[in-house]
């Protein structure tokens, strides 16, 4: 089946630092989303990217959509402490004939002031 | 205001008793779904619906029961055959179901049983 992994699991910078998280799935999606979830709250969507090679940005935000459609990663630019929080991949893809969304498992992000 | 709405916030239950989990939109929206959030796991499916009186199970189904009956409401209920039932539970809405669809997530239910 469908299996979206996220790396890495946990990552702490220093306010400032740059702070990158990848996706890989193991199917060709045909779209994938991102959400971000801050400490006891629920997922935010953020974006979602839909071509190969697609790459989009909001404000110190980058994200990428590789060209086989299997992988994914969000680039935050000097981080801030309003950043910290959980952010997730979401990717859509065909399994079994039908579509499926399947979360990654996240990577939680902490910024030291 | 519109948006999802999940109550309650906390619940604990004993071992053995089966509980319901509300979820309520306002966004008319025909899609919702139900999530399992577990530590270092991400969100897992539980069940999901495009439409009124139809539901589908997803990865995560088991001790678990859900009805559709009007387009707004979602509710979960946790069984006494879930064998680890304890989790925080996210409920989330989309538009239509459709592959470009946005998921709208509820505040969530922290469940505990004792």
């Known amino acids: 089946g469908q299996q979206v992994m996220q790396i890495p699991q946990y990552q702490h910078v220093q306010e400032g630092e740059d702070f990158t998280t990848y996706c890989n799935s193991s199917?060709?999606?045909?779209?994938i989303q991102w959400y971000k979830q801050r400490p006891g709250g629920h997922p935010v969507f953020l974006i979602q990217?839909?071509?190969?090679?697609e790459v989009k940005k909001q404000k110190r935000l980058t994200f990428q959509f590789g060209e086989a459609k299997k992988n994914s990663s969000l680039h935050i630019t000097a981080t801030q402490t309003t950043d910290v929080g959980t952010y997730f991949c979401?990717?859509?893809?065909?399994?079994?004939?039908?579509?499926?969304?399947?979360f990654g498992t996240g990577t939680k992000l902490q910024v030291i002031p | 205001d519109g948006g999802i709405t999940q109550s309650p916030k906390y619940l604990f239950r004993k071992e053995g008793q089966n509980v319901t989990l509300s979820c309520e939109q306002n966004?008319?929206?025909?899609?919702m779904y139900w999530y399992r959030q577990d530590p270092g796991q991400g969100l897992r499916l539980i069940y999901y619906?495009?439409?009124?009186?139809?539901?589908q199970k997803g990865d995560i189904a088991e001790g678990y029961s859900v009805s559709r009956e009007k387009k707004e409401s979602f509710p979960l209920t946790v069984t006494s055959a879930q064998k680890n039932p304890t989790a925080f539970y996210l409920c989330?809405?989309?538009?239509?179901?459709?592959?470009?669809?946005?998921?709208?997530f509820g505040p969530g239910t922290r469940l505990t049983v004792l």
């Open positions: 989330a809405s989309s538009k239509t179901g459709g592959s470009t669809d946005t998921q709208y």
């Open positions: 199917t060709t999606l045909s779209n």
């Open positions: 990217l839909v071509k190969s090679g």
């Open positions: 979401a990717g859509r893809g065909f399994t079994g004939g039908y579509q499926k969304v399947t």
């Open positions: 966004l008319n929206h025909d899609a």
């Open positions: 619906s495009q439409i009124v009186n139809d539901f």
